[in-house]
Structures are given as structure tokens and as C-alpha cells.
């Protein structure tokens, strides 16, 4: 895509289906003869203009508004043209047919096509070419995608800051502060046999403390805005008829689940992604954990063992009515067993122990105990996840981040770490400072895309939808 920057692109912007509205989007240079040809007239720059969309015989296809935002003032940085026309997908596609087809047709006045090579905009190539013409960078072009994605009022919200640049701001405040120390050992190697220390004068280690605490700042922002953006996936895991089902209906408010008395009701894993304080909760019900001679049985304790392994957290229910039995607690036993040696020691296994309402008097148990019939308890568990998950109080500032802009960040710690060892040493080290604050500049133009590879801009762009 990105050899393909200089071709006039065109795309429905809008989403697919009937709605009241949908908007054709044309960006490319020079686009005054298909203005003609499409409307008939000259345009005012930005300036909302009701008139007739004409097909090459000069019959209407539909009416609507049009607007022409000339170069350099557009989204895109290129002269941008849209089409506002009724939102029916035959409308829209006529429309794009007919640009398509007028862009071939020879300019009178130049006695060439109106507008060569103009094609079919490819997933994100709008929002790409904003990037490359410089008009937002490469994390405010991911906030786009991940505002239109956005599942909570939080998320959305948390996209809208990154979009209007106050993520990029923080990354462009480290940025400036770790070219000024770059700047200071440089000048150090450049001019050895001066009697000034520019390290000692400028207060270089002041300076890289200062700098590595706001980068420790941004990380745990960056953290809490990744888990708005990718929430995490839990697992409900158990013997069978232990109220797993009953427990994921209860977290959804829902009915999602089939609940039965019957061991093994569930065979397959049935997930529902659910919303504690505005962060995304993946949560799978999952067959329960037992051996069974029952070939369809054995399929779905397989499926659960995997699930469990892809998980963030794990709900290792209990069942209260019959947990100081020698073959349940046996059982349990052993499925703990299984699931610490499945589980890297990351991941926070939660011991949940329901029926609660079942049970008249019971001896205090670690994990939280609840009823997934009642209710009684949900609600503690909602705040363990999030507890869990490393959630915080959303402050006001949070914008939305991705795991790459957190992995970007987690190697600017590393890199300033090690620059501080290699500052503490001084002279025999200074060039490894050098490179060590260089690699960490390389990590944070990462994030937005001052520095980065076009196979990874590609990747990137290529997940957004057509028109974007």
C-alpha cells in the first residue's frame, strides 16, 4: 500500500447497510475536473453545497450535500472530496461507480482523463495518508480505529484523548527530554579534553532519574488505557456442578448459559464479554473438569484445559455444599494441580467458593464466597477481577493505548536502566550510555511512528475498515 500513496483513492466512509446518510470519500491531488463532472459546477472550499449527483448522461443518481476541502487543509492533507448522499448501499455504490467512471473520461480543456489512476481506497488508507502528509501520527491514527471500536463510554472517552493527541503529547514531552541528555553525552564524547564536566554541570543523573520516573508515570497510564482498549479474558473453571453456568449468568445479568442439576450440561465453552467500571471482562464457561468415558465429554474437558491455558485469570469455583466431602476436596486437588502446572505464575488463579445460600454455617475460606443464584457476593467478584487485572480508578487523564505502545514503553525502561548503570560508571562507559539512550528514542518514535518499518505501518493500517 504504501508504494500506492500517490494514486487518487475513493471509498464509501460510511459503515455497510441503509441508513439516512452515507458519505462517498475521494482523496487525491487536483481533483477540480471530476468536481465538475460529478457536480457540474465549481465548488466553494468547505462550504456544504446542495446539488444533484449526475451520472455521465447527466441524469441525477440521487441529491445531496457535497463539501471540497482543497490541499492542505483536510483530513487526509490532500484535496479531499465527499459526497453526502441518502445512505442506501446500491446509492453509495452508484456513486463510487460513477467516480470511478468519470475519472476515465477525457478533460475537454487537457484532452486527458480527468483524474488518472484513481482506485478503490484499500482498509485505513485515508487515515494512513493523514500519517504520511503528517497530519496526526501513528498513535492518533489508532485511536480512530479504536474509537470506532470501543465498547464502553470509558473506552470511548479514553480514544477520544489519544485522537486529539494528548498520549502523543506525553510520548513527544519524553522524547525531548532524552534528546537533551542525549545532547549532553554527546557533547561529553565530542569534547573529552574539556575541564567542563557537561554531565555533572547539566545534573545528567538528576536528569535521567527525572526522566525515567515520568516514563514510569506514562507506563502505568499506558497499562490502565490497554485494558480499556483489550479488557481481559477469564476463565471459569471447576468440577462439574459446581455453578459455573450459573455464575456466568450472574456476572452477564443474563441467561446465556444452560443451568442444570445434570453433571456435564455443558460440553462446550460459551463465552460473553461483559463490563466492570466501563474495562471489557471475556468470560468463558467452560465444561467441567473431570475423567469421563463420554467421547463428547472428553472433547469439551479438553477445550476447557485450553482456554484455560490462553487465560488471564482464572475463577477456580468451588462448591460449598460439597467441599469438605475427601472426593471433592480429592477432585480439587488435583485440578489445582493441573491448573499450576498449565499456568505461568503470572496469572492470578481466584478461589470461588458458591452456594452460599445453601449452606447454614461455614468456616471462613480464602477467595471470595458468593451465590450465583442470589447474587449474594457478585459483585466483591467483579471487584477482584478488576483488582486483578490491575485496574485502577480510571483517572481523567487516561487515554487509550495499545499492548505495542506498552511493549514500546516496557524497552524505554530497559534501555533508561541500563543507561543509568552506565552513567553511574562515568568515563569508561559512556558510550554504551550513548547507544543505550539512542535505542530508547528508537522505542518511543515507535509509538508514534517517527521511526518504524513499512511492513509494520502496513500491518497496522490494513485492520481498519474501507473509508477510514
Given at each position: 500500500?504504501?508504494?500506492?500513496?500517490?494514486?487518487?483513492?475513493?471509498?464509501?466512509?460510511?459503515?455497510?447497510?441503509?441508513?439516512?446518510?452515507?458519505?462517498?470519500?475521494?482523496?487525491?491531488?487536483?481533483?477540480?475536473?471530476?468536481?465538475?463532472?460529478?457536480?457540474?459546477?465549481?465548488?466553494?472550499?468547505?462550504?456544504?453545497?446542495?446539488?444533484?449527483?449526475?451520472?455521465?448522461?447527466?441524469?441525477?443518481?440521487?441529491?445531496?450535500?457535497?463539501?471540497?476541502?482543497?490541499?492542505?487543509?483536510s483530513?487526509?492533507?490532500?484535496?479531499?472530496?465527499?459526497?453526502?448522499?441518502?445512505?442506501?448501499?446500491?446509492?453509495?455504490?452508484?456513486?463510487?461507480?460513477?467516480?470511478?467512471?468519470?475519472?476515465?473520461?477525457?478533460?475537454?480543456?487537457?484532452?486527458l482523463?480527468?483524474?488518472?489512476?484513481?482506485?478503490?481506497?484499500?482498509?485505513?488508507?485515508?487515515?494512513?495518508?493523514?500519517?504520511?502528509?503528517?497530519?496526526?501520527?501513528?498513535?492518533?491514527?489508532?485511536?480512530?480505529?479504536?474509537?470506532?471500536?470501543?465498547?464502553?463510554?470509558?473506552?470511548?472517552?479514553?480514544?477520544?484523548?489519544?485522537?486529539?493527541?494528548?498520549?502523543?503529547?506525553?510520548?513527544?514531552?519524553?522524547?525531548?527530554?532524552?534528546?537533551?541528555?542525549?545532547?549532553?553525552?554527546?557533547?561529553?564524547?565530542?569534547?573529552?579534553?574539556?575541564?567542563?564536566?557537561?554531565?555533572?554541570?547539566?545534573?545528567?543523573?538528576?536528569?535521567?532519574?527525572?526522566?525515567?520516573?515520568?516514563?514510569?508515570a506514562?507506563?502505568?497510564?499506558?497499562?490502565?488505557?490497554?485494558?480499556?482498549?483489550?479488557?481481559?479474558?477469564?476463565?471459569?473453571?471447576?468440577q462439574?456442578?459446581?455453578?459455573?453456568?450459573?455464575?456466568?449468568?450472574?456476572?452477564?445479568?443474563?441467561?446465556?448459559?444452560?443451568?442444570?442439576?445434570?453433571?456435564?450440561?455443558?460440553?462446550?465453552?460459551?463465552?460473553?464479554?461483559?463490563?466492570?467500571?466501563?474495562?471489557?471482562?471475556?468470560?468463558?464457561?467452560?465444561?467441567?473438569?473431570?475423567?469421563?468415558?463420554?467421547?463428547?465429554?472428553?472433547?469439551?474437558?479438553?477445550?476447557?484445559?485450553?482456554q484455560?491455558?490462553?487465560?488471564?485469570?482464572?475463577?477456580?469455583?468451588?462448591?460449598?455444599?460439597?467441599?469438605?466431602?475427601?472426593?471433592?476436596?480429592?477432585?480439587?486437588?488435583?485440578?489445582?494441580?493441573?491448573?499450576?502446572?498449565?499456568?505461568?505464575?503470572?496469572?492470578?488463579?481466584?478461589?470461588?467458593?458458591?452456594?452460599?445460600?445453601?449452606?447454614?454455617?461455614?468456616?471462613?475460606?480464602?477467595?471470595?464466597?458468593?451465590?450465583?443464584?442470589?447474587?449474594?457476593?457478585?459483585?466483591?467478584?467483579?471487584?477482584?477481577?478488576?483488582e486483578?487485572?490491575?485496574?485502577?480508578?480510571?483517572?481523567?487523564?487516561?487515554?487509550?493505548?495499545?499492548?505495542?505502545?506498552?511493549?514500546?514503553?516496557?524497552?524505554?525502561?530497559?534501555?533508561?536502566?541500563?543507561?543509568?548503570?552506565?552513567?553511574?560508571?562515568?568515563?569508561?562507559?559512556?558510550?554504551l550510555?550513548a547507544?543505550?539512550?539512542?535505542?530508547?528514542?528508537?522505542?518511543?518514535n515507535?509509538?508514534?511512528?517517527?521511526?518504524?518499518?513499512?511492513?509494520?505501518?502496513?500491518?497496522?493500517?490494513?485492520?481498519?475498515?474501507?473509508?477510514?
Amino acid at each position: 500500500m504504501l508504494s500506492r500513496t500517490n494514486d487518487p483513492i475513493v471509498a464509501v466512509a460510511t459503515a455497510p447497510g441503509r441508513g439516512a446518510v452515507g458519505i462517498v470519500r475521494v482523496s487525491g491531488a487536483r481533483l477540480a475536473p471530476l468536481i465538475n463532472a460529478l457536480c457540474g459546477r465549481e465548488l466553494k472550499p468547505r462550504e456544504a453545497t446542495y446539488l444533484p449527483f449526475r451520472d455521465a448522461r447527466g441524469e441525477p443518481i440521487d441529491r445531496g450535500l457535497v463539501i471540497h476541502f482543497p490541499a492542505p487543509h483536510s483530513f487526509t492533507g490532500e484535496d479531499v472530496l465527499e459526497l453526502q448522499a441518502h445512505g442506501g448501499a446500491v446509492v453509495l455504490q452508484l456513486l463510487v461507480a460513477r467516480c470511478l467512471e468519470a475519472a476515465t473520461e477525457i478533460d475537454a480543456a487537457t484532452s486527458l482523463p480527468r483524474l488518472p489512476h484513481l482506485r478503490i481506497a484499500e482498509p485505513g488508507e485515508f487515515s494512513q495518508r493523514a500519517f504520511l502528509n503528517g497530519k496526526i501520527d501513528l498513535a492518533q491514527a489508532e485511536a480512530i480505529a479504536d474509537l470506532i471500536d470501543a465498547s464502553t463510554e470509558a473506552a470511548v472517552r479514553s480514544a477520544s484523548r489519544s485522537l486529539s493527541g494528548e498520549f502523543s503529547r506525553e510520548i513527544h514531552s519524553l522524547r525531548d527530554a532524552l534528546v537533551n541528555l542525549r545532547m549532553l553525552v554527546e557533547a561529553t564524547l565530542d569534547f573529552p579534553e574539556e575541564e567542563i564536566d557537561f554531565l555533572q554541570k547539566a545534573d545528567a543523573t538528576g536528569q535521567l532519574d527525572s526522566l525515567r520516573a515520568q516514563v514510569t508515570a506514562v507506563q502505568r497510564r499506558a497499562r490502565q488505557g490497554a485494558l480499556l482498549r483489550e479488557g481481559i479474558k477469564v476463565v471459569i473453571a471447576g468440577q462439574p456442578n459446581a455453578g459455573k453456568s450459573s455464575l456466568l449468568n450472574a456476572l452477564a445479568g443474563a441467561e446465556l448459559a444452560i443451568v442444570s442439576a445434570v453433571p456435564g450440561t455443558t460440553r462446550d465453552v460459551v463465552s460473553q464479554t461483559i463490563q466492570i467500571h466501563g474495562v471489557p471482562v471475556h468470560v468463558a464457561d467452560t465444561a467441567g473438569l473431570r475423567d469421563s468415558t463420554d467421547e463428547v465429554e472428553q472433547i469439551g474437558v479438553a477445550r476447557a484445559w485450553g482456554q484455560i491455558e490462553g487465560a488471564d485469570a482464572v475463577l477456580f469455583l468451588h462448591d460449598l455444599t460439597r467441599a469438605d466431602t475427601d472426593i471433592y476436596a480429592a477432585a480439587d486437588h488435583e485440578i489445582l494441580q493441573g491448573l499450576q502446572a498449565k499456568l505461568s505464575s503470572s496469572v492470578p488463579v481466584v478461589n470461588v467458593w458458591n452456594k452460599r445460600d445453601a449452606v447454614a454455617n461455614t468456616h471462613p475460606r480464602s477467595g471470595i464466597m458468593l451465590s450465583a443464584k442470589t447474587g449474594l457476593g457478585v459483585g466483591a467478584l467483579r471487584d477482584k477481577l478488576l483488582e486483578v487485572a490491575g485496574w485502577q480508578a480510571v483517572p481523567e487523564g487516561t487515554y487509550l493505548a495499545r499492548a505495542r505502545h506498552v511493549q514500546a514503553l516496557e524497552r524505554v525502561s530497559g534501555h533508561l536502566g541500563i543507561a543509568n548503570e552506565h552513567l553511574l560508571a562515568r568515563a569508561q562507559q559512556l558510550d554504551l550510555l550513548a547507544e543505550e539512550l539512542r535505542l530508547a528514542q528508537n522505542a518511543l518514535n515507535e509509538i508514534t511512528g517517527e521511526f518504524g518499518a513499512d511492513d509494520l505501518l502496513g500491518v497496522i493500517f490494513s485492520r481498519f475498515c474501507i473509508g477510514k
